[in-house]
């Protein structure tokens, strides 16, 4: 098993409310600065987004939008279901 594997399992373990507390920022994330979080970008940085990726990725393009990352966090933090 790779690191990176065993670093996403290891975040998954995390309390999802803990995520969304101390998850960083979109800017952050954004290490290329399109203006949205790829797959990757969220792998490396926040891995238990991608647990409701599809559920928050609004317009289906693939990738989140700050609106959606947003959403995303509140859906971790069971604020919205
Ligand atoms: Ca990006
Ligand atoms: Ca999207």
Redesign the pocket.
Known sequence: MSMKMKGLLAALLIPAAAIAAEAPDFKTLDQDKDGYLSRDEITEGIPQVLTVFSRV?????G???PR?YEMALRVLSGQQS
């Open positions: 990725d609004a317009n289906k393009d990738k989140l939008d959606e």
